[in-house]
T-cell receptor, first 109, second 113 residues
Framework: GQNIDQPTEMTATEGAIVQINCTYQ??????LFWYQQHAGEAPTFLSY??LDGLEEKGRFSSFLSRSKGYSYLLLKELQMKDSASYLC??????????WGAGTKLIIKP | DGGITQSPKYLFRKEGQNVTLSCEQN?????MYWYRQDPGQGLRLIYY???????QKGDIAEGYSVSREKKESFPLTVTSAQKNPTAFYLC????????????FGPGTRLTVL
């Protein structure tokens, strides 16, 4: 079956760095997406990886290893506004997204 | 500005009533999606449409129906056959490229009393 695993909740300190991991098993693979979702709001797009390696975009970076079925989202210089859920989604061979349950990130001062 | 709108933001219905959730986009996207989000679970696909007048069932289509008569609109009806309809419903649209992200509307929180 198809499956996405990511931690349920993480806590970090303002100004620090946090890494949110995601492992996936899908029928075929056409890329890995990360979204941010604040409570009660719509998910917003953060990153897309289809090739192995690190993609950097400001304070956020995303890494992919296709051979390991593994991705992570790295958030640097954490700010209070980064408190949100982070959703990992893998695109399968039919170009449909398989979603993880999300990681709730709590930022403490 | 281009985007996706969903209305209403909050909706209350009595058990046994059908209810229709609105989703409109002006992004000129062909593909549109309906998801359901429950606490502690990932987004689950209800229905999707890749072109006008065509739509496909997702993983949890039972108790739901959709139509796609216009490119801009993809309404979702939650019928009385849906056994547990209380949830947060998200509509999304996507461009034609495989790497294009899905854009989400603000969501409708449906509560069935």
């Amino acid at each position: 079956g198809q499956n996405i695993d990511q931690p349920t909740e993480m806590t970090a300190t303002e100004g620090a760095i946090v890494q949110i991991n995601c492992t996936y098993q899908t029928s075929g693979f056409n890329g890995l997406f990360w979204y941010q979702q604040h409570a009660g709001e719509a998910p917003t797009f953060l990153s897309y990886n289809v090739l192995d390696g690190l993609e950097e975009k400001g304070r956020f970076s995303s890494f992919l290893s296709r051979s390991k079925g593994y991705s992570y989202l790295l958030l640097k210089e954490l700010q209070m506004k980064d408190s949100a859920s982070y959703l990992c989604a893998a695109m399968d061979s039919n170009y449909q997204l398989i979603w993880g349950a999300g990681t709730k990130l709590i930022i403490k001062p | 500005d281009g985007g996706i709108t969903q209305s209403p933001k909050y909706l209350f219905r009595k058990e046994g009533q059908n209810v229709t959730l609105s989703c409109e986009q002006n992004l000129n996207h062909d593909a549109m999606y309906w998801y359901r989000q429950d606490p502690g679970q990932g987004l689950r696909l209800i229905y999707y449409s890749q072109i006008v007048n065509d739509f496909q069932k997702g993983d949890i289509a039972e108790g739901y129906s959709v139509s796609r008569e216009k490119k801009e609109s993809f309404p979702l009806t939650v019928t009385s056959a849906q056994k547990n309809p209380t949830a947060f419903y998200l509509c999304a649209s996507k461009g034609d490229g495989s790497s294009d992200e899905q854009f989400f509307g603000p969501g409708t929180r449906l509560t069935v009393l």
